[in-house]
Nanobody
Framework: VQLVESGGGLAQPGGSLRLSCAAS????????MSWARQAPGKGLEWVAGIYSDGSDAYYADSVKGRFTISRDNSKNTVYLQMNNLKPEDTAVYYCNADPPSIRWGQGTQVTVSS
């Protein structure tokens, strides 16, 4: 069972990044999935979730209208498109089932700075 996040990096305020999370070792297409983040010195914050079939998605108020979660069940992958990034989006981003039930991956660092 494994979750591998990728796609993080350095972005300027107002910029965009697309995160990917490759899942393996479990039946991906029966799980709702989510993204969460942890900023330096802060706790884990849930960011977005998506139904197992991708038919609906839901977002934290802090990212609504800027982030889009999606999934490709044929590739066992969930994505997070992040637009109009802000410095307060700086964090390590993690994916997991929703609610979390899979061993956490290593996450991917997102830094938003000019």
């Amino acid at each position: 069972v494994q979750l591998v996040e990728s796609g993080g990096g350095l972005a300027q305020p107002g910029g965009s990044l697309r995160l990917s999370c490759a899942a393996s070792g479990f039946t991906f297409n029966v799980y709702a999935m989510s993204w969460a983040r942890q900023a330096p010195g802060k706790g884990l914050e849930w960011v977005a979730g998506i139904y197992s079939d991708g038919s609906d998605a839901y977002y934290a108020d802090s990212v609504k209208g800027r982030f889009t979660i999606s999934r490709d069940n044929s590739k066992n992958t969930v994505y997070l498109q992040m637009n109009n990034l802000k410095p307060e989006d700086t964090a390590v981003y993690y994916c997991n089932a929703d609610p979390p039930s899979i061993r956490w991956g290593q996450g991917t660092q997102v830094t938003v700075s000019s």
